[in-house]
């Protein structure tokens, strides 16, 4: 059982008197990706948020390389190995786009380490090396988003929550974000990838669960789920 | 005459950015008006007193004031206001709550120690004046200045250029992104505690030096001239309260030489009403943190 990375099992989540994710059992191998689908408010970005400590748990467990971590404070997940980008980006706008990655290498042992980590990160997101002294909130929607995955990076995380990369973005900038994503699986980075582009999610994942209305509906490799009907005909428009 | 207003509203006006610093600072990294700041500021000065009163110099009495004031305020802040924070209470709730503490607190400071004014020992600050062209400064006024100057500048070093500084300005706009970067936000807001409430500490000091005259209230007129202050400038916007308290510091001085004294307390407010109605976020736009 060493390859699982991250292991929820009865994972329940709500808000005030309403339960929104209820007994959601999921888990995400190293090297792998594993994706969520699901209509808007099926509780995806719950889960990720509860994964990753923003939010209390009801009930369950989470395992993060085999150590519990369910309900402990989000800094001392991301302390962990665990970088979320969250849904709608959360840069902070206020400050410059090298303050932002900086800020995202915050737990780093040194400077030397943030400063290959910088390097690292600029070298995968080529245009945000021209934009380094810019206010992040002028970046464009586009580079916002590569920043908070560049972002998330900082942290060398062992395993990366994505939320939505892909949301209002203009179709080649989704292509371009999609490429990066294939790029960093083929270097064997392990990512919980919550999508509504279900097309692209599906093609690029290895493993998939499909959230309706706070449950699991499906799961399973993540190319057997395309040729599943109830998926195409709800979630792929066939 | 121009001069020595000048110097003057220099002088005041130092201490009312310095105070306003730590006051701006706490709202924009923890998202609350926090009235008990002003009594920091009484705090900051009765220590100095008890220090100076029992024999050490004001280069001593200064830093325990500033440090024991931080203390207090992380002190104060954990008792009653984090517990807010965990329930995402309302804005108001804590602002009723530092409300109704600081009328508590300047109560029982007075019943302490008594409203009666009370000054620093003589000869604390060798106080023979500069003067130059019809005008003097005292000792203690470039002393207020150069203190408030380092502080002000020191406390804009540690935003821009360490790790919690940066923490500090990431956090301000957005403290679950923070978190998520691995941010113990709660660690960070007591630091940003301690620093406001050493920062209000010393500038207690600083302006108890300058009248000469140390009541337990002292801080609630200060903190209400705070307000304008910050509100001026913009909430969170550390340059901001900067310029803005060196104006109204100006601003009293020539109103006091060249009116009358009686406007001096009353003309810091005029120019909030207007600077309000005609721009309604402050003098220089948006609240941020981002000039710090």
Not at chain 1, 23 to 51: H, M, S
Not at chain 1, 121 to 137: H, I, N, V
Not at chain 1, 191 to 205: C, G, M, P, R, S
């Amino acid at each position: 059982m060493t390859d699982i990375m991250l292991e929820a099992r009865g994972l329940t989540v709500g808000y005030g008197d309403k339960l929104v994710v209820r007994n959601v059992d999921l888990a995400v191998r190293r090297g792998e990706i594993a994706c969520l689908i699901g209509a808007n408010g099926a509780g995806k970005t719950t889960i990720l948020r509860a994964l990753s400590g923003l939010l209390k748990l009801r009930a369950g467990s989470v395992r993060l390389n085999g150590e519990e971590i369910a309900n402990r404070p989000a800094h001392a997940i991301a302390a962990r190995g665990m970088a979320h980008a969250p849904e709608g980006r959360q840069i902070i706008a206020a400050m410059s786009v090298a303050d932002n990655l900086r800020a995202g290498a915050y737990l780093a042992p040194s400077a030397a380490e943030i400063s290959r980590r910088r390097d690292a990160a600029l070298a995968r997101f080529p245009r945000l090396k021209e934009r380094l002294t810019q206010q992040a909130g002028l970046l464009s929607g586009g580079e916002q988003q590569m920043l908070a995955i560049a972002r998330a990076l900082m942290a060398d995380p062992t395993l990366l929550l994505l939320d939505e990369p892909s949301m209002g973005l203009a179709p080649l900038m989704v292509e371009e974000i999609f490429s990066i994503l294939a790029t960093m699986k083929s270097e064997g980075r392990t990512i919980l990838l919550v999508e509504q582009n279900a097309n692209a999610a599906l093609a690029l994942a290895d493993q998939a669960y499909v959230i309706e209305a706070g449950r699991i509906k499906l799961e399973g490799p993540a190319r057997d789920l395309i040729d599943h009907d109830g998926v195409s005909a709800a979630y792929l428009g066939g | 005459m121009l001069l020595q207003q000048i110097i003057n509203g220099i002088v005041a006006g130092s201490a009312y950015a310095l105070f306003a610093l730590g006051f701006t600072l706490t709202f924009g990294v923890l998202k609350i008006v926090n009235l008990t700041y002003g009594f920091y500021f009484s705090a900051g000065a009765y220590l100095a007193l008890f220090a100076t009163l029992h024999g050490a110099p004001i280069t001593l009495a200064l830093p325990f004031a500033a440090i024991a004031a931080g203390f207090i305020a992380v002190f104060l802040d954990s008792a009653l206001l984090s517990r807010l924070r965990r329930q995402q209470a309302p804005e108001l709730a804590s602002l009723m709550v530092t409300l109704g503490a600081t009328l508590f607190l300047y109560t029982g400071m007075t019943a302490l120690i008594g409203s009666e004014i009370q000054r620093f020992p003589l000869g604390l600050i060798e106080s023979a004046p500069f003067r130059f062209n019809g005008a003097s400064i005292s000792l203690t006024q470039i002393a207020i200045v150069m203190t408030a100057g380092l502080l002000a500048a020191g406390l804009i070093g540690v935003l821009r250029a360490t790790r919690t500084g940066l923490a500090m300005r990431a956090m301000a706009e957005n403290p679950q992104a923070g978190e998520l970067m691995g941010i113990d936000t709660g660690a960070i807001m007591r630091r940003v505690s301690f620093l406001c409430g050493a920062i209000a500490g010393a500038s207690g000091v600083l302006i108890g030096l300058e009248h000469n005259a140390i009541t337990p209230y002292m801080g609630e007129t200060m903190a209400l001239k705070g307000f304008a202050v910050i509100i001026l400038g913009g909430l969170g916007d550390v340059g901001g309260a900067l310029i803005a308290g060196l104006l109204i510091g100006l601003l009293e001085a020539l109103t006091a030489g060249y009116i009358s004294s009686i406007y001096k307390d009353a003309v810091g407010f005029l120019l909030l009403v207007l600077t309000l109605w005609a721009r309604p976020f402050g003098l220089f736009g948006r609240a941020s943190v981002r000039r710090a």
